[in-house]
T-cell receptor, first 114, second 118 residues
Framework: QQQVKQSPQSLIVQKGGISIINCAYENTAFDYFPWYQQFPGKGPALLIA?????SEKKEGRFTISFNKSAKQFSLHIMDSQPGDSATYFC?????????????FGAGTILRVKS | GAGVSQSPRYKVAKRGQDVALRCDPI?????LFWYQQALGQGPEFLTYFQNEAQLDKSGLPSDRFFAERPEGSVSTLKIQRTQQEDSAVYLC????????????????FGQGTRLTVV
């Protein structure tokens, strides 16, 4: 019940295209949904995040769409660029009385072809 | 420092050897987390500190894993009698806030320590 399922495993997009990555969860106690970008040899870096009371959040070329009833959320990268090639992780935050922890999806390897 | 610093970046250990991985969080950050990232997988939660108190160690895979943060800043993850299945990248993250109900602050990750057990 604490899993976050992410798809696809890998994605190839042409430069200028739209990259779409999807995630689904079961635990309704999750209260915050960040997306992380990870380049080889680096740690994950926060890209954009959303709370479940909002259906969409946009920051530059990155948009999160959130469907609370379906327990699904997705990342859209508009006008994808070769520099966007990285591994993307969705995550869900589980808040507890003493602290919190992030539950991550398995990741999507994005390659943007120039 | 400017970010979360982890050392060493790479560690090769012979099976059965003990290892210690260090994390220097961002100065002043209250919360500190350790995650384990297996090859091709997302990070998995290991343990959480609020200052020097280890409040959650539910993700530690066995009693061979031990973490400490004695003065509420630097943290060490120790793995005793390493096994091949311990091979992974160990990520440390810190956040400014006292993480808890209704409080979410961004977690900043270090570059990780890649542990290879041979």
């Amino acid at each position: 019940q604490q899993q976050v399922k992410q798809s696809p495993q890998s994605l190839i997009v042409q430069k200028g295209g739209i990259s779409i990555i999807n995630c689904a969860y079961e635990n309704t106690a999750f209260d915050y949904f960040p997306w992380y970008q990870q380049f080889p040899g680096k740690g994950p870096a926060l890209l954009i995040a959303i709370r479940p009371d909002v259906s969409e959040k946009k920051e530059g070329r990155f948009t999160i769409s959130f469907n609370k009833s379906a327990k699904q959320f997705s990342l859209h990268i508009m006008d994808s660029q070769p520099g966007d090639s990285a591994t993307y992780f969705c995550a869900a935050n589980l808040d507890m009385e003493y602290g919190n922890k992030l539950v991550f999806g398995a990741g999507t390897i994005l390659r943007v072809k120039s | 420092g400017a970010g979360v610093s982890q050392s060493p970046r790479y560690k090769v250990a012979k099976r059965g050897q003990d290892v210690a991985l260090r994390c220097d969080p961002i100065s002043g950050h209250v919360s500190l987390f350790w995650y384990q990232q297996a090859l091709g997988q997302g990070p998995e939660f290991l343990t959480y500190f609020q200052n020097e108190a280890q409040l959650d160690k539910s993700g530690l895979p066995s009693d061979r894993f031990f973490a400490e943060r004695p003065e509420g800043s630097v943290s060490t993850l120790k793995i005793q009698r390493t096994q091949q299945e311990d091979s992974a990248v160990y990520l440390c993250a810190s956040s400014l806030g006292r993480a808890g109900k209704g409080v979410n602050t961004e977690a900043f990750f270090g570059q990780g320590t890649r542990l290879t057990v041979v």
